[in-house]
């Protein structure tokens, strides 16, 4: 709020400095692309209503539930997900509309290049980059949680077990799990080994271990060899109390656990499990470079949108939508192929998020050079 009071005065100021003519297209680009998030994910509620509809009745669950868990965070998540879709069709849409009445003409004969007339249309889209960057790092997260935990509870699909669980605890000593049963607090098939200067020098076994209290763990049955050089000392119990400081959140990866971070506590994981040397993090790699790449979409669509449309065509603002609908959806599918292509194979998650930015750029400023001016 105090930094919302702090940027009024400037924004304040900017807008004095706007021409008319900026601001009409910054209120034309705005309106329409706000308009085009209303009906669109209209449509997307009333089909998910239509498809979940026999599981809302089947599993009694309240109407405020519905309304007020879900659908009320169904909402900013879709809108955010397909925001470069939504800034790509409000632009073609409301820019083809403008060529068709002579207004982009008019604008050009008055003086104004071309290069002058996309300042208000990048000012808008700094706008919904910088929501959009604000929404999916800090607000939608905490909306995915109650939304995902509603979705998991409907569907019966919360994941509660860890399977061949391998990492380092802190530096030197080294976890394994065979099997961890979130339901029961218990791991199964567990060891514990320290290595000093590469060698090691402690390897605790147990059949079993159990989850107290953040990082209390108890290992039932357990063996200690101690090796020294040659001599090697062993030592054996029913039940002891050890300090392991990891807890079972910092292994159990549970379905959407990367959209229910915030940015900050995306960033921190990551760098927690690199350090740990886990290696299930490619998800979230993938969700941490996607909420940086996502708003530099709506500057490079943008540029498309506006150098496709500004020119009044022989067969209307249809064959602008058209070709706009294309991009806008091979720019997802693009991004959706190369998400799955790092998931299963080797591509850098860094680029299986960027390459599509780095694709769709020189097609922008192609199109804007051969657009006329």
């Known amino acids: 709020m105090i930094l919302a009071i702090n940027l009024l005065p400037l924004t304040n100021k900017i807008m004095k400095m706007l021409k008319r003519i900026d601001r009409y297209i910054i209120a034309k680009f705005l309106g329409t692309y706000f308009l085009s998030i209303a009906l669109i994910i209209s449509i997307a509620v009333v089909f998910d209503i239509t498809e979940k509809l ?108 860890a399977y061949n669980v391998q990492m380092e ?22 060891s514990l080994e320290k290595f000093e200067d590469k060698k090691l020098v402690s390897r605790m076994t147990a059949s079993s271990v159990d989850w107290d209290t953040l990082y209390n763990w108890r290992v039932n049955h357990y063996l200690i060899r101690h090796f020294d050089g040659l001599t090697e000392r062993i030592e054996k119990g029913t039940s002891r109390d050890t300090i392991i400081p990891i807890q079972p959140s910092d292994f159990i990866v549970t379905r959407g656990m990367q959209e229910q971070m915030t940015l900050t506590e995306l960033n921190n994981y990551l760098r927690k499990q690199k350090a740990r040397g886990m290696g299930n993090i490619k998800e979230f790699e993938l969700e941490y470079h996607r909420r940086f790449s996502l708003p530099f979409a709506a500057f490079i669509l943008t540029l498309i949108g506006v150098s496709l449309s500004s020119q009044k065509k022989r067969g209307g603002m249809g064959i602008n939508i058209g070709v706009g609908l294309v991009l806008s959806f091979s720019y997802i599918l693009l991004s959706t192929v190369a998400s799955t292509f790092s998931i299963n194979g080797n591509m850098s998650p860094f680029w299986a998020m960027w390459m599509t930015n780095l694709i769709y750029l020189p097609i922008g400023i192609f199109l804007y050079i051969r657009a006329p001016k």
């Open 54 to 161: 026999d599981d809302f009745y089947g599993k009694n669950i309240p109407l405020h539930s519905i309304i007020f868990d879900y659908y009320l965070n169904f909402i900013p998540y879709f809108s955010t997900l397909f925001s470069p879709l939504f800034v790509f069709i409000s632009v073609i849409f409301f820019t083809s509309k403008m060529a068709e009445n002579t207004e982009i003409i008019a604008i050009l004969s008055s003086g104004i290049s071309f290069k002058r007339m996309m300042l208000p249309y990048f000012i808008s889209a700094l706008i919904i980059a910088s929501m959009t960057f604000y929404l999916n790092g800090y607000v939608v997260p905490k909306g995915n949680v109650v939304r995902l935990n509603f979705e998991n509870q409907m569907k019966n699909r919360i994941s509660e077990s």
């Open 169 to 190: 605890v802190t530096p030197g000593v080294i976890m394994y799990l065979e099997r961890y049963d979130k339901s029961r607090q218990k791991g199964f098939g567990f």
